[in-house]
């Protein structure tokens, strides 16, 4: 174990839920970081798994003594539950959170504290995630779709979050001072899986507009078959829309929100006109299918 007289600067938490497939993966990245093993702490967040996952965590825990590591199960079930477990059980100033299907870079962690030490007005950062698809990238994706697999690459450069789409740190790959989500208010226990990150994002910036796009601070995404699946995308959809919902009544601004998404979904309808004329149907039928479920899952239809 190491010494505690020497805290962390970061807890890298991640929450699970029946994902034996890829956990391994995800905390074996979390071994070979090349930041000092006595900077960082790994948090384990179980929410009541009923595969393998428990094993393998426990595992990895007796494999590394050498790591501090703090391994739970939250009763609760809901990933904002997990998050919020996750928020209590770390033990430094900076709390950063990747998925548990995801990898990370060796230098992820390294990056985020070198960032956030030379950059002390920051408050939060969102690094880059790229997909690892099980079976190939499907042919409708596009850029208007990438959200579906949590891709998140704004380019090369560091930029302040700015809250459209897709430009907010996605919680495959969020970090943030502990401080700021306790003033935040934490995650909002209501919603599932969906809308958390939007929703932290939107409460931390009214805290601050110093959250930024660290490219540098990198995770690789597995995303697999039956997410992409045309199944998959509906469900996807519609939770996404349904999430919405919860965070849109939740802040005042629903009908905004549906009026918004009405305007999207027409926008959509444009979008799929264009990919037709290139000759590219299902990027076409897709970009507007997305909208369209979401908007159904929005006003709960």
């Not at 967040?45 to 199960?73: K, M």
């Not at 931390?204 to 110093?210: H, T």
């Amino acid at each position: 174990m190491p010494n505690l007289n020497h805290l962390p600067i970061i807890s890298v938490v991640i929450c699970t839920y029946n994902r034996d497939k890829y956990i391994g993966l995800a905390l074996e990245s979390l071994v070979h970081q090349t930041l000092d093993k006595k900077s960082y702490q790994i948090v384990i967040v179980n929410n009541n798994c009923t595969d393998n996952t428990d094993a393998i965590c426990r595992q990895f825990v007796a494999s590394n003594p050498n790591l501090l590591i703090t391994y739970c199960i939250e009763k609760k079930q809901g990933l904002c539950f997990a998050r919020n477990r996750g928020i209590d059980e770390s033990i430094s100033d900076i709390i950063t959170y990747i998925d548990d299907d995801a990898v990370a870079a060796p230098d992820f962690l390294a990056q985020i504290v070198a960032f956030l030490a030379a950059q002390p007005h920051a408050i939060g950062v969102g690094g880059r995630v790229l997909p690892i698809y099980e079976q190939g990238e499907p042919a409708w994706m596009n850029p208007y779709l990438e959200g579906m697999v949590s891709k998140r690459d704004l380019g090369d450069k560091v930029l302040l979050f700015k809250g459209g789409r897709g430009n907010y740190p996605v919680g495959c790959n969020m970090t943030y001072r502990k401080d700021t989500l306790q003033k935040a208010g934490r995650f909002n226990e209501q919603l599932l899986a969906r809308a958390d990150d939007k929703d932290i994002f939107f409460r931390v910036r009214a805290l601050s507009n110093q959250i930024y796009y660290l490219p540098t601070a990198t995770v690789q995404h597995h995303i697999d078959a039956e997410r992409v699946s045309h199944k998959g995308f509906v469900r996807l959809s519609r939770k996404t829309g349904s999430e919405e919902r919860i965070r849109a009544k939740a802040e005042g601004v629903y009908t905004k929100t549906v009026l918004s998404e009405l305007y999207k979904f027409v926008a959509s309808i444009g979008l799929g006109i264009m990919y037709l004329l290139k000759g590219q149907p299902q990027k076409a039928w897709y970009v507007v299918l997305c909208k369209w479920y979401t908007l159904l899952g929005l006003i709960n239809y």
